[in-house]
């Protein structure tokens, strides 16, 4: 696991489209693993920045996402498969073809089937060249939430109570609006991408970067699985980083790769 710590929320964004880019340009398997929410909004504008400077396109590349909400109104701007819609699809923005965007299914007529059906298209597609994560306050990523089994697939699951209080900003700060339920990515599914880039800003997301980082290995805190992914890059601001006992030591080694 690698961890850069740099000033500032957009120091971090810079980090991680310069890391995007490069990985993506060597991808054998032309497949991005994308997520939502806002900590990869200005990741998202680099790449679209990228597109309209010419040195950077998503036109060969399919993008599956973490998680969708079930029974979210399909035109609801905050169902995930418009929010991916809105940052990465079309010619002016990453050049994603629409067609090449895959999420969930969280209108099926049967969830459970249609989680099945996404991660059998996961593996299908040949597996994700490079998986963007954010992270929780409480360690989920995706929609695992504390308690998960580590050896989760995809799967459709409650959201916490935390986890709808967090969100509840994107619903006109109104809880009932936040959908209850998800399919997501299970932690085996995130754990089969070749390489994982994690995203984290804000001194709300301190406690967790601890644990991914530094914490044993445990279902209440679900990203630590990602300790034994062999190809980890961890890029969090100062404050995310405020509460890891080493973080002098992770700065050095950055500087040293």
């Known amino acids: 696991m690698q961890i850069g710590i740099f000033a500032t929320e957009q120091e971090v964004a810079d980090a991680a489209a310069a890391h995007l880019f490069t990985v993506l ?133 409650a959201l916490t109570a935390q986890t709808r209080e967090d969100n509840q900003r994107f619903f006109d700060n109104d809880l009932t609006q936040v959908p209850r339920k998800c399919i997501t990515q299970g932690l085996a599914t995130i754990m089969d991408a070749k390489e994982v880039l994690l995203i984290a800003t804000g001194a709300n997301k301190a406690q967790a970067v601890r644990e991914l980082v530094e914490g044993g290995i445990s279902a209440h805190w679900p990203a630590t699985i990602l300790q034994m992914h062999p190809k980890v890059t961890v890029l969090v601001d100062e404050a995310a980083a405020s509460e890891l006992a080493l973080a002098d030591f992770y700065k050095e080694r950055w500087e040293l790769r």
Request: a negative charge; glycine letters at 10%; zero cysteines.
């Open 25 to 157: 340009e060597r991808a054998e398997n032309k497949v991005l693993g994308v997520a939502t929410g806002s900590t990869p909004l200005p990741l998202y504008a680099r790449m679209r920045a990228a597109k309209a400077a010419g040195t950077f396109s998503l036109a060969d590349f399919h993008a599956f996402a973490l998680d969708e909400y079930v029974g979210i109104d399909p035109e609801h701007p905050e169902r995930y498969r418009n929010v991916l819609r809105t940052e990465l699809v079309g010619e002016h923005n990453s050049g994603l073809l629409d067609e090449n965007l895959h999420t969930p299914d969280g209108n099926a007529p049967d969830p459970e089937v249609a989680a099945a059906a996404y991660e059998a298209e996961i593996k299908a597609s040949g597996g994700i060249a490079l998986q963007i994560l954010g992270i929780g306050a409480d360690g989920h990523i995706g929609f695992n939430e504390p308690g998960i089994s580590l050896a989760s697939r995809t799967h459709v699951d």
